[in-house]
């Protein structure tokens, strides 16, 4: 799988837009990008995923470059209950998640 | 989406003794995941936990120190063995369906052992 690199923290101001980025210069033509978050002594919680189109759902938008070689996610009006860690995985097909140290999100108000 | 509950929620258990960790899951899932999440730090895979046969381990993680059972699509059991201060971590069961990209997690159970 490709490694992915992303910030240890980053702040942001409530109400405004939070974008992670998370770069995978290696991923190959069939490997998904996942972002997943895990508030504080909670489980972790499944946001999006893509392949090469930019996706949006009710949590986020996940924009992944022409190349593919990094993606941003983008929570567009954050709040203090986005504070949170925020994983960035690169994945092929349907196996199972594998974890990095992510990036810290706090939102500050 | 599939709700995952876990049981018990957090323990602390002296050293040598075991504890076994109840996964539920709400609807039936294909996949079922343990990981370990040690204290300040990301999850590690722990096992792929398959229904009707030997759980798969992860490198590092071996059947007589983390027994697993799987005995139908939505349950699933951790095993804790021999515990020594160590392995005080908080263990997350996660869980998959069919054709699903979404991989679901339960809340952890937190373990101290003493």
């Known amino acids: 799988d490709a490694k992915t690199t992303q910030p240890p923290s980053m702040d942001c101001a409530e109400g405004r837009a939070a974008n992670l980025p998370c770069n995978h210069s290696?991923?190959?033509?069939?490997?998904?990008v996942y972002w997943y978050r895990q508030i504080h002594s909670q489980g972790p919680q499944y946001i999006i995923h893509g392949l090469k189109n930019n996706e949006t759902n009710e949590m986020a938008s996940l924009i992944i470059t022409e190349d593919r070689k990094s993606s941003t996610l983008i929570l567009p009006h954050a709040t203090l209950r986005d504070t949170a860690v925020y994983y960035c995985?690169?994945?092929?097909?349907?196996?199972?998640?594998?974890f990095g140290a992510g990036t810290r999100l706090t939102v500050k108000p | 989406s599939a709700v995952i509950s876990q049981k018990p929620s957090r323990d602390i258990c002296q050293r040598g003794t075991s504890l076994t960790i109840q996964c539920q899951v709400d609807?039936?899932?294909?996949?079922m995941f343990w990981y370990r999440q040690q204290p300040g730090q990301s999850l590690t895979l722990i096992a792929t936990?398959?229904?009707?046969?030997?759980?798969?381990?992860e490198s590092g993680f071996v059947i007589d120190k983390f027994p697993i059972s799987r005995p139908n699509l939505t349950f699933s059991t951790l095993t804790v063995s021999n515990m020594s201060p160590e392995d005080s971590s908080i263990y997350l069961c996660s869980a998959k369906g069919q054709g699903a990209r979404e991989q679901y997690f339960g809340p952890g159970t937190r373990l101290t052992v003493t």
């Open positions: 290696t991923i190959s033509g069939n490997e998904y």
């Open positions: 936990a398959n229904q009707g046969s030997e759980a798969t381990y």
């Open positions: 609807s039936q899932v294909t996949m």
């Open positions: 995985i690169v994945r092929v097909g349907f196996n199972d998640m594998r």
